[in-house]
């Protein structure tokens, strides 16, 4: 089996060709091909074809191939279905913002975290992506509309920290100088809380944003509705990301996605406002996407601004976000769900 050349640190490839008898400058040539998006070694054109001929032999670049292809009709977001070189599937988001272009990635094919109102939790886990399937999906979207993307988040199909050690590679080669050099402080990652790996992370003391997807003011109901919290409960949780904050000096985003007659009363404002007091943080309310067989609906909308300003009233920040690409479905799972679906009724 070939080796996956692009998930290879700029210094991996050094020794490689070290030990391949090749000088190193040819290590930052092909590092700097990998990373502007080439889908074959042909294609780096100041490489010798001897050379380019041994490493056909020992490695493949890895690619997303476009499967599916939605376009928002009020906003120009785009969602895309890709495949990887075994038939694997995962989702991506493009969107347009006044600053720039920013893409939402997977980091799994499918999510062994099973939350209750999520498409990707509802249809399984079939593997973790490579940091190069990683980076594999931002390429094909910037080649795909002939742009540059200036911010990820890893908040596609998939639980990062599931992932840790892909994702964090993958982290070290999109912000390496040659590779897309993309900063930490332009990243951010979305967790459903394991606990031990947001204390991995901190001590990593990355730059990058972390949202924390909370969705309930109490264990009650958030073991209800994420599994994973019957394993990390709210105290723990809350108790790494005061860790993570206190390491990193970042404000963390918690997410909560409202839903109706589940998470969204007064009571359940005030509860959170009391576990979330004193802590660098904002929350970031979402409608809930409605996703087929959860039974789940949105939050009314004077409940979102009761709710809303309950939260500022005990001093803590919170906006609504802003929906992007709402006629196709953009939060992920959804397309790779009707995808699969196609498939067995074929
Ligand atoms: N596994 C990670 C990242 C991927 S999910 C996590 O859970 O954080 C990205 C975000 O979408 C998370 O905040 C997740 O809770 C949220 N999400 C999942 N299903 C949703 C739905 N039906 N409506 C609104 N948000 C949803
Ligand atoms: Fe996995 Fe995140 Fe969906 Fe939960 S919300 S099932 S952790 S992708």
Redesign the pocket.
Known sequence: MPEDIKSMYENELKDALAAMGEPSYRAAQIYQWLHSGVKSFDEMTNIPKRLREKLVNKYYISSAAIEKKLISAYDNTKKYLFSFYDGETAESVLMSYHHGYTSCISTQAG?R?G?T?????KSGFSRNLTPSEMIAQLQTEQLDNGIRISNIV???????LDNFDNVVRFLHLVSSEHGMNIGMRHISL???GIVPKIYELADMKFQLTL???L?APNNRIRSRTMPVNRRYDMDQLLKACRYYIQQTNRRISF?Y?MIDGVNDSDNDARELASRLKGMLCHVNL??????GG?G?KKSKKDRMKSFISILEKSGITATVRRTLGSDINA???QLRRSAAKEEQAE
Do not use: K, Q, R, W
């Open positions: 999510c975290m939350c109102f999520c498409a990707t939790g890893l908040m596609g199909m998939g639980e990062p979305s967790t459903c949202s924390v997807s969705h997410e996605a979402i409608p809930v996407n409605s996703v959860t789940y939060s992920c799972g």
